[in-house]
Each structure stands twice: as structure tokens, then as C-alpha cells.
């Protein structure tokens, strides 16, 4: 594969890439800062905390801004380049023209707000009351549009907004699969509801201690491989992971009455961090050592949770580990039912079930869109949620902390970011399929605990790329196709068909 090369490149590529380099390590910082607010900061570091995130945004938005990679990319431009660094300066490029417009204190400004947010969200969610978090999400929504237009005036500012998190799928695209899903997966629920059949629970009647959890949290990472050398685990109010190929880490939560969902939401987890341990170590701090997307990165992350951790197989291996941990006497088939059941009125989208998880998405996605465009005021969102989430899932929340309130995503500003689930659950099932095909053995391979033939078709076909193609093409390079929803859909309907004897 061709590399980056600064000393057989153009003149002014060394340089550039040096200036490249710089800016992204000051942005990975800036993630540590970020993970550190979420999980060990004490409550009171906030102020300050939004003054440093503010002066790091600042001084990372001067660096991709500056005259010079507006010079660098012009003298690059047409010149004898390989195909990483080609990939390396289209990279830069867009993010370059997408920046150079944005006024620095509106990023300084759009950071500070998020940083501030946090605790804004925390209390809201704690107390339910979201007219205490109104005006800092009435004032992210602003700043938001504002971020848009300095972008493009001339386009839908959910759609610029949307190409922060997924470059180059388009916003047309996540339009046309939420709406393949819609019609795919509601009849495929409302049959699963008809249907006599009962999937085993049995931890239905019992509380687990969050230290038991932990522990059995931890097993399943050893068992799935996580390098605990190049990571941790560690709690936080909404699970996320971060870092580096170097250093990343995941977060957890616990749930005493479900321990499953643990379990699920610390592979899930895995899956974002495996991706990141994959990226190659050689091009860190260049667009050759950073994820492609959002879409690649939550396919990274559902493929493990769903086809992997969901499935038969996995609980053949894993289910005496999680009872010796959690001190039960379930069986495989039932720890394999207990993680798919379908319940579509669960209220809270991080412990939704496999198929009616996309309904949540598919709201706030139009909530969102309706935000940005100015068609939904904020003070009319709780209502909104709640007539959406009746209408959708047949189940009306009773508090806005488990309605509106209980996503993080919009005190970072992450408008535009929920499609990104629905596309990376697609993009999940299109690549177990390739690596199914290409690994005879695989399903064999997950029911005795080896998992470096997956580990190493993924490091092979996604993870080792980085960003050296878009993510169309490296959807084709791994699978041999065009970005698709019809292997989700075709997994959905063999799954659940054969679980609930449809």
C-alpha cells in the first residue's frame, strides 16, 4: 500500500503535513479534556474547563484556518502525489474549505457553550426539567444555524450540518435508509408483537450489583481481546469512547435490574475503541491514522454489539463466564433470547432492542432537522418527543429525563449526528455479510472465543485505511458493492423471523 511520503513528495508536502500533524494533536487533546469532564472532572471544574476547551478550539480552528494551508493546498494542487498523500490533502482540503469561513470566536463560542452545557444537562435529566435546559439548547441551535450559513448560505443547513459526522454518503442517502427502514422494519415489529412466542428473561426478577457488573463488563472485553495496555473502562452518565490507536478508552453504565444491557453497551463500546486500536500507529496525525466517519465508526461499533455480542454463538462462549460473575443459572439459549428480545415500549434509546432502536433515531432525526430549520420552536420539543414517540414505538414517556432529556448529544452540538447510527447499523450488517463469506468458520470461530479472524478482516478491509478513501469507496474496496440497506434488512427478518417463529 502507498504511504505518505514528506521526503519523495512535492516541497511544500513536508511542511504541510508537519502543520497537519500539530493541528491534530492539539484536537486529540482536546478529546482527553473532553473525556476527562465526563468522567473524573469534579463537579465544580466547569468554568474552567469551558475557558480551556474555548482556548484549544480557538487555537485549533487558527491552525486549519491559516493562510498558508490555503497556500500549501494550492501549490499541491495537480502535483506527482502517491495515493496517501493524495488522500492525505483531500482530506485537509475539506475540512480547510469548510472552516476558512467560520468565524473563530463562533467555534470559540459553539465550544464554550457545549463545555457549559454539560452540567446544564446533567442537573436537567437528574431533576426532569427541561425548561432548565432550554435556553442552552435554544442557544446551541443558534449557533448551530449560524455555524451553517457561514458555511453554505446557500444550502439546507441540516445538510451541512449532517456532512460534520458523514462527508460524503449525503444527507439524500440517510433520507432514503431511514425511510427504507421505516417500511421495512415496522410491519416486521408489529408481527414480532402479534406473535405467541416469549423470549426468556431471566433476570427479570433481580438486582445485580453495579461491582458484579463491572466485573463481568470486564471478562467480556478480555474475552472479545480489548488491550487493556491502550485503554480502560470507566463509567460515565452516557457510554462513549475515545482516544487514539494509543490510547482509547470506553465507558460504561449500570443498570442493577439489567445486566445485559451492561454487557451490551460495554461491547458496543468495544467495537468504537477496536476501531480506533486498529488504525495504523505509523500515520498518527495524519488523516491516514484517523477513522473515516461516523458511519464507519458506529459500524465498528454495532457489528460487535449485534452480530457479534447478540448473537448464539457468542453466549455458547460466554454464558458460564457471565454466570459465574453475576451468580445466575441461565443457559446460552436464554442469555441469547434475553439479548434480543424485541420490547417497543422501552422509552430510552441506549437500551432499545435491535429492531425498534431505529424508530428512535428516525425521530430525533426529524426533530432535529425541524430544529435547525426553525419549523419547531424549543419549548415545543417535549411535546413534540413525546407525540413522536407514541406514535412510532406506541409509548408515551412520562418524564422528559427519559424522553427529550436523554441524550448528551445536543449539549456537544452534535446536530446532525443520530443518522449516523442508523447508517452504521446498515453498514454493519453489509460487512459481517463480506465477512462471513470470507471467513468459512467464523460463526465456529465466535463460539470458542477466537476472534482474531473477524479482528483481522476488519483491521484488513476497514480499520488499516483510515481515511485514504471516501466512504463510499471503502464501503465497495471491503465488500464488493455499493453502500446497501438490504443486508440489514435481510439479517433483521432471518433473525427475528427465527426467534419469534414468525
Same mark, same amino acid.
Given at each position: 500500500?502507498?504511504? *505518505? ?10 511542511? !504541510? ?5 500539530? $493541528? ?17 472532572? &469534579? *463537579? ?11 482556548? $484549544? ?45 467560520? =468565524? ?9 457553550? @457545549?463545555?457549559?452545557?454539560? =452540567? ?11 425548561? @432548565? !435546559?432550554?435556553?442552552? +439548547? ?25 456532512? #460534520? ?5 449525503? $444527507? ?29 428473561? &431471566?433476570?427479570?426478577?433481580?438486582? %445485580? ?11 467480556? +472485553? ?13 463509567? @460515565? ?42 488504525? =495504523? ?5 495524519? =488523516? ?15 457489528? /460487535? ?37 424485541? %420490547? ?47 406514535? %412510532?414505538?406506541?409509548?408515551? &414517556? ?8 436523554? #441524550?448528551?448529544? /445536543? ?20 460487512? !459481517? ?17 477466537? !476472534? ?51
Amino acid at each position: 500500500m502507498a504511504t *505518505e511520503s514528506p521526503e519523495t513528495a512535492p516541497t511544500p508536502y513536508a511542511e !504541510f503535513l508537519d502543520h497537519v500533524k500539530q $493541528l491534530t494533536y492539539l484536537n486529540d487533546a482536546g478529546g482527553v479534556l473532553g473525556w476527562d469532564q465526563q468522567v473524573t472532572m &469534579p *463537579e465544580g471544574g466547569t468554568p474552567a474547563r469551558s475557558k480551556q476547551s474555548s482556548a $484549544l478550539s480557538s487555537v485549533t480552528h487558527d491552525l486549519l484556518t491559516d493562510d498558508r494551508v490555503g497556500e500549501w493546498l494550492s501549490e499541491l494542487d495537480g502535483q506527482d502525489l502517491d495515493g496517501g498523500q493524495q488522500a492525505v490533502v483531500r482530506e485537509v482540503r475539506r475540512e480547510y474549505e469548510r472552516a476558512v469561513d467560520v =468565524p473563530e470566536e463562533l467555534v470559540a463560542e459553539i465550544s464554550e457553550t @457545549a463545555s457549559n452545557a454539560l =452540567p446544564v444537562w446533567e442537573e436537567a435529566k437528574t431533576e426532569d426539567d427541561f425548561d @432548565a !435546559f432550554a435556553p442552552t +439548547l435554544e442557544k446551541m441551535i443558534d449557533l448551530k444555524r449560524e455555524y451553517a450559513e457561514a458555511i453554505d448560505p446557500d444550502r439546507d443547513p441540516y445538510a451541512v450540518l449532517f456532512e #460534520d459526522y458523514e462527508p460524503y454518503l449525503g $444527507l439524500e442517502t440517510a433520507e432514503r435508509v431511514l425511510e427504507q427502514l421505516r417500511d421495512e422494519l415496522v410491519p416486521l415489529i408489529d408481527e414480532v408483537e402479534a406473535s405467541d412466542v416469549d423470549l426468556a428473561d &431471566p433476570f427479570a426478577d433481580g438486582e %445485580y450489583d453495579p461491582e458484579i457488573q463491572e466485573e463481568t463488563a470486564r471478562a467480556a +472485553l478480555d474475552t472479545l481481546g480489548y488491550d487493556w495496555d491502550r485503554g480502560r473502562l470507566d463509567t @460515565a452518565a452516557h457510554p462513549f469512547s475515545s482516544g487514539t490507536q494509543f490510547d482509547a478508552r470506553v465507558t460504561t453504565r449500570f443498570d442493577p435490574e439489567d445486566p445485559i444491557g451492561a454487557i451490551g453497551s460495554t461491547v458496543h463500546e468495544f467495537g468504537h475503541a477496536t476501531y480506533t486500536l486498529g488504525l =495504523p500507529d505509523d500515520h498518527y496525525g495524519t =488523516p491516514l491514522g484517523q477513522s473515516r466517519d461516523l458511519t464507519v465508526h458506529e459500524s465498528q461499533s454495532r457489528l /460487535w454489539e449485534n452480530h457479534v455480542g447478540r448473537s448464539a454463538a457468542f453466549w455458547d462462549h460466554f454464558a458460564d463466564t457471565a454466570n459465574d460473575h453475576l451468580g445466575v443459572d441461565a443457559s446460552p439459549r436464554e442469555y441469547y433470547e434475553a439479548a434480543n428480545r424485541i %420490547y417497543p415500549n422501552n422509552r430510552i434509546r441506549v437500551e432499545a432492542d435491535e429492531l425498534t432502536y431505529h424508530m428512535h433515531i428516525i425521530l430525533r432525526f426529524e426533530i432535529e432537522r425541524d430544529l435547525i430549520s426553525g419549523n419547531l420552536d424549543v419549548e415545543e420539543v417535549p411535546r413534540v418527543w413525546n407525540d413522536k414517540m407514541e406514535e %412510532y414505538l406506541g409509548v408515551r &414517556p412520562e418524564t422528559d429525563s427519559e424522553g427529550c432529556l436523554q #441524550d448528551i448529544h /445536543w449539549t456537544h452540538g452534535s446536530l446532525g449526528y443520530f443518522p449516523t447510527y442508523s447508517l452504521g447499523s446498515v453498514l454493519a450488517a453489509q460487512l !459481517f455479510a463480506s465477512a462471513e463469506a470470507d471467513i468459512p468458520d467464523l460463526d465456529d470461530d465466535v463460539r470458542a472465543g477466537e !476472534f482474531d479472524s473477524l479482528h483481522d478482516w476488519l483491521t484488513e478491509n476497514v480499520h488499516q485505511h483510515g481515511c485514504r478513501y471516501r466512504t463510499d469507496d471503502l464501503v465497495r474496496e471491503a465488500t464488493g458493492e455499493g453502500f446497501t440497506a438490504d443486508h440489514f434488512v435481510d439479517y433483521a427478518k432471518s433473525k427475528f423471523g427465527d426467534l419469534y417463529d414468525l
